[in-house]
């Protein structure tokens, strides 16, 4: 029998059934681990996106007013959105956002207009926000803290707490606004760097290019997450990623702006037009702001709002710790994350001018895109301090023993206590329920043709005279005033919708309320007592 040579090709060993050399065998062992960690990344994924949709189902907050509305309005009309017409005029910055407007119109498009597509839309956002989180903290430091990251922000009361007719503290799971979309698009393309410096050859370009569309993405919902882009190179160089590459991650930013140029010159005609009306907005703020006040927007966001809070200065405190003691890159790479954010929101929210603010930086949801940053940064200054320590503390206690008893049970005792203590943050959840037994009233009673309420909950109204797919159910007029001016007289000329708002919003009319001495009468209040229908006082006789 012949003796087998070296130069043979592989194929022969397989098909006489010989054993594979040791660098095939090595070879399929790594492909064979790349199955198994790919599955598990998969149905991870799949557990957070279900988690973020049940979590939406619960909070079910409605449809809200003002931009979120005016997002869906524009994505109804497009391409015939009229940026010089009311309400269209006062907020281009919201309506020239495509990367949210136009997935809202292909939804729109499928499911209809009504609040099925809006659920969907919003949901779509958390999902890329939360599955985000998990990817990017998995692919610095493991599933174990991906899926921490992912389950604390689920829960937090910035996410959970978004529903004015409660006690609302930001607004962001439910409803159809950039933060959250933007913040999980440049998330899940940070993912794909770090995943991209494991890989080398093609694998690493498909991965770099994944990471240049993911975070040319987030530019086209969010314009300010902009400033994340100016360190790429400095992201590469921490990963260790060859200098030219910045090539392959930039080649799919540029053609996504193209694209993007060209959309706004056929609609709106400029290719600019984006880009300036994100540049013109802002001005004068409604609330007080120094310099001062400014300066200190990231601790005000995170503590003003929330005790809970703290769980981002302290994961913020605990990176910037870890790398002092570590200097570990991925450390590095998640300060230079937070940082580069967070100067230019620090400077356009008052420091620069405290007379004309660009971006309202003590609103949490100005941060969404640094949070899984801040939480990757505290696992992991946890995992690699915890790895600093002796094999035995002072002969007491060795390593394993710690990471096998003493860590799963602490983890477990403050896990169980941050999720008790987010959950008894939310002091009721009204959910919809009242916008749901509007809409059956409604239904039943056409013979009403005029309701008179505050411009936002007319806005909000507009869904609930609709069943969920968008088909109406009461076709009559919506008469809406300014809610911070007096009651117009033309206001009182049919049912006024009412509600005494309990989030941060002011009342309506500075206060007014329907009054039965002076002959206002109660049509219909929801069984939560959230929203109220009165009869107003008969008109008198003309002269």
């Known amino acids: 029998m012949a003796q087998t040579t070296s ?44 988690a973020t949709v049940l979590t939406q189902w619960v909070i079910m907050t409605p449809p809200l007013y003002f931009d979120p509305y005016y997002v869906w309005l524009a994505a109804r009309d497009w391409p ?80 959970t707490m978004t529903n004015p007719f409660g006690h609302e503290i930001t607004w962001s799971t439910g409803l159809v606004l950039p933060d959250m979309p933007g913040a999980g698009l440049f998330t899940i393309g940070m993912a794909g760097l770090v995943v991209a410096s494991r890989r080398t050859g093609r694998a690493q370009t498909r991965m770099l290019i994944a990471a240049g569309v993911f975070m ?8 300010f997450l902009a400033f994340l882009f100016l360190p790429i190179p400095v992201y590469l160089a921490l990963l260790r990623i060859p200098w030219r590459r910045n090539v392959t991650v930039g080649a799919p930013m540029l053609a996504i702006l193209v694209v993007s140029l060209v959309h706004n010159q056929l609609v709106w005609g400029s290719p600019l037009a984006g880009l300036i009306s994100a540049a013109e907005h802002g001005g004068q703020s409604r609330d007080y702001v120094t310099r001062g006040l400014a300066a200190r927007s990231f601790l005000r966001a995170m503590h003003d709002w929330n005790d809970l809070g703290l769980v981002f200065t302290a994961a913020l405190a605990l990176t ?7 200097r570990d890159r991925r450390l590095a790479l998640v300060l230079v994350w937070f940082f580069t954010l967070a100067v230019p929101l620090t400077l ?71 999720a008790v203590a987010a959950v008894r943050a939310v002091p009721d959840l009204p959910r919809d329920k009242a916008w749901s037994e509007l809409r059956g009233y409604l239904a ?26 968008g088909d109406p159910i009461w076709r009559g007029e919506i008469r809406d005033f300014p809610h911070y001016l007096p009651i117009p007289r033309n206001a009182t000329e049919g049912p006024m919708l009412y509600t005494r708002w309990r989030g941060m919003e002011s009342q309506i009319g500075g206060g007014w309320r329907p009054d039965p001495a002076q002959g206002w009468r109660l049509m219909w209040r929801s069984s939560d007592g959230i929203l109220q229908l009165w009869n107003p006082p008969p008109r008198p006789p003309e002269d």
């Not at 098909?15 to 790919?38: H, I």
């Not at 309400?87 to 499928?110: C, K, M, N, Y």
């Not at 910037?320 to 570590?326: E, K, M, N």
């Open 80 to 159: 015939d959105i009229p940026l010089t017409v009311w309400p269209f005029d006062e907020v281009p910055h919201q309506v020239t956002r495509i990367g949210l407007v136009l997935p809202a119109r292909l939804v729109q498009e499928v499911l209809g207009d009504g609040q099925a597509a809006f659920f969907t839309v919003a949901a779509l956002g958390g999902c890329a926000f939360f599955v985000g989180t998990y990817l990017v903290v998995r692919s610095l430091f493991g599933d174990v803290a991906g899926m921490a990251s992912a389950a604390i922000l689920l829960v937090h009361p910035f996410f």
């Open 216 to 223: 040319g993405s987030a530019f086209l919902v969010r314009e």
């Open 444 to 469: 039943g009673h056409r013979d009403i043709t005029l309701i008179c309420a505050d411009r936002r909950l007319a806005q909000t109204l507009t869904f609930y005279t609709r069943d969920v797919w």
């Open 320 to 326: 910037i710790a870890g790398w002092a003691l570590t």
């Open 348 to 418: 356009f929210s008052g420091v620069l001018d405290p007379n004309d603010i660009s971006l309202r930086a003590w609103l949490q949801r100005y941060w969404f895109a640094v949070l899984p940053a801040l939480l990757a940064g505290g696992f992991g200054s946890l995992i690699l301090m915890f790895r600093m320590l002796p094999v035995t503390l002072g002969g007491l206690v060795s390593r394993p023993r710690l990471r096998t008893l003493v860590v799963p049970a602490l983890a477990v005792a403050l896990g169980g206590t941050y």
């Open 7 to 50: 130069d043979q090709p592989a194929v022969d060993e397989a098909a006489t059934g010989a054993e594979p050399d040791e660098p095939s065998r090595r070879m399929l062992t790594r492909a064979a681990g790349r199955v198994r960690r790919t599955r598990r990344v998969v149905w991870l994924s799949l557990l957070v996106a279900a």
